[in-house]
C-alpha cells in the first residue's frame, strides 16, 4: 500500500473559494483507498466533499448536478482526517476530482475561503499497460494444426488407404 500526493506542494497551506473543484490526474491507474486531508477548527475548513473519478466533463457550471461517486461530510478538526472510500467504487481510478461544496462558516464573511493544510491519498498504483509484449497472429492457418476429431475434415486423402 503506498501514499500518494499531487504533483503540487500540499505541505503549504491551500486557500480556495467555498465550492472549490480540484482535478487531479494520476500517471498510472490507482485502486484508491483513503483520501487525506487536514483542515482546521476554524469555520474556514471544508464541511462536504463529493469526489467523482475518471471524469474530464466537470467544470463549474456543471458540478453541483452531477452525482458524485462517493459523498463525504468532514469533521472540523486539526488533525489529518483519513476518510475510506468504497473500494469496489475506486479500483480504477486515473482521475480524481474534489468538490469542496462549502466549510463550516456557512457563508459568514470571515470565511470567504476554505483552507486545507494537507491533502493525501492512500492506495495501489499500477502502471497503464500498453500492447502485450508477445503477439503471434497466424497469418495463413495451417489445416493440420486445427484437425477435427471423429471426422475427414482436414486429413491428408491418400487414395491407397482404401
Not at 7 to 22: A, E, G, L, Q
Not at 56 to 81: A, G, K, Y
Not at 105 to 124: A, C, I, V, W
Request: proline share 6%.
Amino acid at each position: 500500500m503506498g501514499h500518494y500526493r499531487p504533483h503540487f506542494d500540499i505541505k503549504t497551506r491551500i486557500y480556495i473559494i467555498p465550492s472549490t473543484v480540484v482535478e487531479l490526474g494520476f500517471t498510472g491507474q490507482v485502486k484508491l483507498h483513503s483520501i487525506l486531508l487536514r483542515g482546521s477548527q476554524s469555520d474556514d475548513t471544508p464541511r462536504t466533499l463529493r469526489v467523482f473519478i475518471n471524469r474530464d466533463d466537470i467544470d463549474f457550471d456543471n458540478v453541483s448536478d452531477l452525482t458524485p461517486t462517493q459523498e463525504f461530510e468532514l469533521s472540523q478538526t486539526s488533525e489529518v482526517q483519513e476518510i475510506p472510500v468504497k473500494r469496489a467504487l475506486f479500483g480504477k481510478v486515473r482521475r480524481l476530482t474534489l468538490f469542496f461544496v462549502d466549510n463550516f462558516g456557512d457563508g459568514d464573511s470571515e470565511s470567504e475561503s476554505t483552507r486545507l493544510s494537507y491533502l493525501g491519498f492512500k492506495g495501489e498504483w499500477m502502471q497503464l499497460g500498453r500492447a502485450p509484449t508477445q503477439i503471434l497472429y497466424e497469418a495463413a492457418p495451417n489445416p493440420n494444426d486445427h484437425a477435427l476429431k471423429g471426422t475427414n475434415v482436414n486429413k491428408t486423402f491418400n487414395p491407397m488407404n482404401r
